[in-house]
């Protein structure tokens, strides 16, 4: 919380911004040490099995999957939502008057294309 906070207030230049920040990061490294810490001391002293180390290396595996299965998410609903939903009807990038086309070809104008009906 101090970490976000300090970012928070320096970003908006006010007063206590920078000590909050480095206050939440010197309390997240402090973690971090002591977590890793603790964790290489369990391995060293033979607390973890083969039992432990597969169900690390489980963890870490679908954790990567669902980081894959997010950005492919992610990029999918980018590329439907941008040209897929979104026809650009020919008619709606040409002038009404003359019929040429406006500098506004090839850009969404909010106008969905209708498919022309088999004949």
Known sequence: MCLALGATLLIHDLAGGGWLLAAGAAAL???LVGWFGKVIQESEGGLHDAQVDLSFRWGMGWFIFSEVMFFAAFFGALFYGRMISVRISPAASRC????RATAAAGRPSGRVSQR???R
């Open 29 to 31: 490294a402090a973690m």
């Open 96 to 99: 009404g008057c003359c019929g």
């Open 116 to 118: 022309p009906s088999p």
